[in-house]
């Protein structure tokens, strides 16, 4: 499975969109990008996943580039609630996930 | 639905003890795993199940698993260590590949 980058740490205004992006050069036409989200001791949960066209859903939305070597997470109006860890990865179909260390998402007042 | 629910929450345990963390879901997911996570990282990925009656561990010694129906998948720790303390997830999906539920975790302390 491929490899993604994502910077260590964020952070976002209450109210502001938040945008997290996440590099995955090596991605192959059949990997899926995938998010999840940890809250403080917590399991990780479900955002958001797509394989090349952007995607929208009540959490977030996904735009993913042409060249499917990057993407970015969109929370329109980031709260308080929306810190967090994010953990983008990209899955096979029928593949294995590998987390890497996410993005720490601090939301302030 | 209960989801992916996971017991214990909390345990401490010494050297060379061994311990069963207890994973179960009701969502007929044919996928499971075990993830590990030490203080600051990210998960990783221990043993998994694509079915019941089969699993595949993903690192060496030290834990075992077995699945023998297709709700439960619980997790042993043969002879615990210091550096099997972390917090354990417990995850399922319809199948490999697909969205992963997860439990709240089981954090275990080896002393």
């Known amino acids: 499975d491929a490899k993604t980058t994502q910077p260590t740490s964020m952070d976002c205004a209450e109210g502001r969109a938040a945008n997290l992006p996440c590099n995955h050069s090596t991605i192959s036409g059949n990997e899926y990008v995938y998010w999840y989200r940890q809250i403080h001791s917590q399991g990780p949960q479900y955002i958001i996943h797509g394989l090349k066209n952007n995607e929208t859903n009540e959490m977030a939305s996904l735009i993913i580039t042409e060249d499917r070597k990057s993407s970015t997470l969109i929370l329109p109006h980031a709260t308080l609630r929306d810190t967090a860890v994010y953990y983008c990865i990209v899955v096979a179909n029928a593949g294995k996930s590998t987390f890497g260390d996410g993005t720490t998402l601090t939301v302030k007042p | 639905n209960a989801g992916v629910t996971q017991t214990p929450k909390f345990h401490i345990l010494k050297t060379g003890q061994s311990m069963t963390l207890q994973c179960a879901q009701d969502m007929n997911h044919g996928y499971m795993s075990w993830y590990r996570q030490d203080p600051g990282m990210g998960l990783r990925l221990i043993y998994y199940?694509?079915?019941?009656?089969?699993t595949d561990k993903e690192v060496p010694n030290g834990y075992n698993v077995s699945r023998l129906n297709t709700e439960d998948f619980p997790l042993r720790l043969v002879s615990a260590a210091p550096s099997q303390t972390s917090v354990y997830l417990c995850?399922?999906?319809?199948?490999?590949?697909?969205?992963?539920?997860f439990g709240p975790g089981t954090r275990l302390t080896v002393l």
């Open positions: 995850a399922s999906s319809l199948q490999q590949g697909d969205t992963q539920y």
């Open positions: 199940s694509a079915a019941a009656g089969t």
